[in-house]
């Protein structure tokens, strides 16, 4: 696609969850981690418009169509003691990579943590992710290597709660 393409980004609507869906879905298979991209239209429409909304959804379009989304919710940093922004999904259709929507994703997010007077925005990429770690240098993003993720999930998080 030519780079003079326009786009615009906006907040997501109720009407746009089915898309939510779909691009969370196309992040999973493009992560090869689709089998465990369970979360349902439901799902989403709770955690993004339900009471107390726990996610929030910026969209990107190219003529009218969705084509890409940064999914984010609020983080807190204790030694600040100032709230951040977890940015939990970054992702732009293949085919319209290229128009600078990235960078407009990571920029809105900026302005939206500098007006807010929140201290971080964060994320994770995958080791093998060559070119969006070099994205993100591109930013100015610092790796965080000497922190290493945990997760408790499904039985061994049932077994912990019992």
């Known amino acids: 696609m030519s780079g003079e393409q326009r786009f ?8 746009d969850v089915p898309e939510v869906v779909r ?14 991209a369970v979360g349902t239209e439901e799902d989403f429409r709770t955690l993004l418009f339900g009471e107390g909304p726990l996610l929030h959804a910026v969209l990107a379009e ?6 890409g989304q940064a999914l984010w919710f609020n983080n807190v940093s204790t030694f600040t003691g100032k709230p951040g922004i977890y940015l939990e999904d970054i992702f732009v259709e293949p085919g319209h990579r290229g128009l600078g929507i990235g960078k407009a994703f990571f920029r809105y997010l900026a302005r939206r943590a500098v007006a807010e007077g929140w201290t971080r925005l964060d994320w994770q990429v995958l080791d093998w992710n060559k070119p969006s770690i070099d994205f993100y240098r591109g930013l100015g993003a610092d790796t965080k290597d000497e922190w290493m993720g945990q997760r408790l999930s499904g039985d061994a998080l049932r077994a912990l709660a019992a």
């Open 23 to 36: 691009l969370v879905r196309e992040l999973a298979d493009y992560e090869r981690l689709l089998d465990e």
């Open 8 to 15: 615009i980004l906006r907040d997501a609507t109720p009407a």
């Open 62 to 67: 190219v003529d009218g169509r969705v084509v």
